[in-house]
C-alpha cells in the first residue's frame, strides 16, 4: 500500500509564516512556525520586508519537510492561506521588490484615499464594483503611494516593467520560479480594484488610482491549478492548487458552503463572515461584500458579507494588563460563571470608536452601571458579554443585508475556548453556534481547496464529513431576558455615541 500522502497548508500571517501539514481526515499533524520582523517607520506607518516573509515561509516549509523526511512525492499538493491587502510591488527580472510590503493595517494613504474617494459619488461607485468601502486598509491606495513615491517607479511600472501582488501572488511567483504570476478571486476582491461582479480588474478603478493594467495578476478561481514549485532548495513539482485570503480561508475550512452559514474569529479583535451564495448582497450597515472561495465543482462566483469587532480580545488583555484584575484570560470563565449576572454592569468596549453596525470612530468606551456592590467577577463578565453583544450587532446586520437569518455560527479563535462566552453567544443569538475541535481552520481551509482541485478530498461532503464532533452550544436563555439584556447594551451604546 502506497503510504499517505499530505497537504501542505502555507499560512502567511501578519506576524508569522507557518507550513501546516494535514492528513486525509483533515487532521493537522505538524506545523512549522517563523515569527518575522514588524517595521514601523512612523507612527501609523507598518512595513514588512517581502524577503523576511519569503524566507520565513520557506523555512517554515523546508524544515517541516525536513523533520518528517518528506519527499516532492509524499505532498499531494500546496494550499496557500494570507494576510490580506498587504501590498508588494517588484521587477520581475531581479525578482527584487522596489519597496517594502505596505501591510494592511497601514494608515499612510487615509488622507490619499479621502483625496480620490471622499464624495459619495465615489464611494457608492466603489462600494457599487468592489463591494468595499473606501479605505487605506484596501491594496489600491498602497499601490498608488509606491508609484508616487518611490523613485522611477511610475515609469517603469507604465513601461511594464514592474509587478504587484498581494502576499499570495508573491509566494506563488517566487515558488514557481517566476513563472507565474497570479491571484485568486478572495485576494482580488480585497485590492479595491477588482469588479466582484463582472470578475475582472476594473479599468474606471484602475484609472481612479493611476495604476497601470500590466501590474496586475490574472486572477483565477480559488481552488485549481497555480503552478508548480520550481525554486532552489523546495522540493521541485509539488502542485500549489488552493489559494485564498486568510479569512475567507477560514469560512471555507469551517465548512460554511452554503447561504446562510457563517464564521466568527474570537483573536484580539474578531471578523465574522457570512456566506450568501451566489447573491452579492450589498449592505446597507458598513459591511463590506467580498468573493468566497468555491469548490471546484460550483459553477459561478460566491460571495460573502464580512465585518469586524475591532476590540474583542483585547477586552481581555485589558483587564489583565491594563486594570490587573483577571490574572490569565481563561479565568474570565469562572469569574464570569461564579455571579448570576453583571449586576447591571455594561462594558462598551470602543477604544477606537465602534465599528459596524454603529460606525462611530469618534467614540470612546465606557464602563457603566456600576455600583458599591460591582465585584471584578462582574466585571469579568460584563467584558466577556460584551463580546458576545458586538457579535450579536454585527450578526443581526448581517442577517438583515443578507436577507438570510442566520443558520449557524462556526466559531473559533483564541477566546473562542471561552465555553461562558460562547453559551452566552448562543442564548443572544438564538441558533446554533459550533466550536470544531480542529480550531486552526484558516489552514484547513487552504488545505481543502489544495485538495479538492486535486481531487485528493473527492468534494464538499467528504469535507462535511471529516469534521470531528464539534462542541455544540444551544439557545438556553428565554427569550424575554435576552431581549432585556439586548436593550440594556443598547441603551449603554448610545449613551457612548
Ligand atoms: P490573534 O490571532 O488575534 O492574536 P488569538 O486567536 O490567538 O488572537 O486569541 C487571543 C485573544 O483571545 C487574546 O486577546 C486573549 O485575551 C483572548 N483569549 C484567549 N483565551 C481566552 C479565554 N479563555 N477567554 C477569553 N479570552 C481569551
Redesign the pocket.
Known sequence: MASEKYVIALDQGTTSSRAVLINRAGRMVDCVQRPFQQIFPKSGWVEHNPQDILYSQLGSLTELLAKRGLTAEDIDSIGIDNQRETTIVWDPTTGQPVYNAIVWQCRRTADLVEQLCGTSEARQLIQEKTGLLPDAYFSASKIRWILDNVPSARERAEAGELLFGTVDTWLVWVLTGGLVHATDVTNASRTMLYNIHENCWDKELLNLFGIPASMMPEVRRSSGPFGETSYPGVPAGIPITGVAGDQQAALFGQCCFEAGQAKN?????CFMLMHTGHEARLSNSNLVTTIAASAPQVEGTEYALEGSVFV???L??WL?DQLGIVQN??D??WMAKSVEDTGGVYIVPAFTGLGAPWWKPDARGAILGITRGTTRNHIARAA?EALAYQIYDLADAMAKDAGHPLGVLNVD???S??SF?MQFQADLLGCELRRPQNTETTSLGAAFLAGLATGYWSGTDELKALRETDDVFRCQMDPERVGKLVAGWHDAVHRVM
Open positions: 474569529t474570537y483573536g484580539t479583535g474583542a480580545g483585547a481581555i488583555q489583565r484570560a481563561a474570565t470563565e466577556l479563535g483564541g477566546a475556548a471561552n462566552l
